[in-house]
């Protein structure tokens, strides 16, 4: 699956679970602070342009080939790795459905003139000093969550199908 179909189903079952509050706008909630979508962000990704977006030189790290330049030749298999982290597709869903201008500008440029994997790698460099501390705790988080999941299962006891402790 490519990454623009996984946003897009992200961003729909993102735009499904909101719930408007009283007033009928749909409020921040812990998930904005947990992804880093602040205010100071969204004034951030205000600022871009196709321009940004086009003048930006990101180079391949490992063949050096400018994005807006590379051949169509290149096989998904080798652009696997290269897909956003499960935390910055969340983040790309939800800084999508707070900033329009960022959406529009993603509609303009992809896939046009860029690439949907390079219009995020690009993004996520130009928002790197505000996103970072995010990403950073979200890692720390899981792993945390996988450590403790772990010693859940090797401290609970073995189980026989009749539901008594496992005999040796």
């Known amino acids: 699956m490519n990454i623009a179909s996984r946003i897009r189903r992200s961003f729909f079952r993102e735009e499904k679970r909101k719930l408007p509050n009283v007033n009928g706008s749909s409020s921040r909630n812990e998930d904005d602070d947990l992804l880093g979508v602040t205010d100071e962000l969204i004034d951030h990704v205000r600022s871009f342009t ?12 490992e063949a050096c080939v400018n994005p807006l330049e590379e051949d169509e030749e290149v096989s998904s298999s080798e652009n696997v790795k290269k897909d956003l982290s499960d935390w910055q597709e969340r983040h790309a869903v939800l800084v999508l459905s707070k900033s329009k201008e960022l959406s529009q500008l993603r509609f ?61």
């Open 50 to 61: 196709i321009d940004t977006f086009k003048n930006f030189s990101l180079y391949d790290e």
């Open 108 to 168: 303009k440029l992809c896939p046009r003139l860029l690439k949907e994997d390079h219009f995020w790698k690009i993004y996520f460099k130009l928002v790197r000093n505000l996103v970072a501390k995010y990403e950073v705790q979200a890692i720390q988080q899981a792993i945390i969550k996988g450590v403790y999941e772990v010693e859940m299962s090797e401290t609970r006891p073995n189980l026989t199908s009749t539901g008594g402790p496992a005999t040796l």
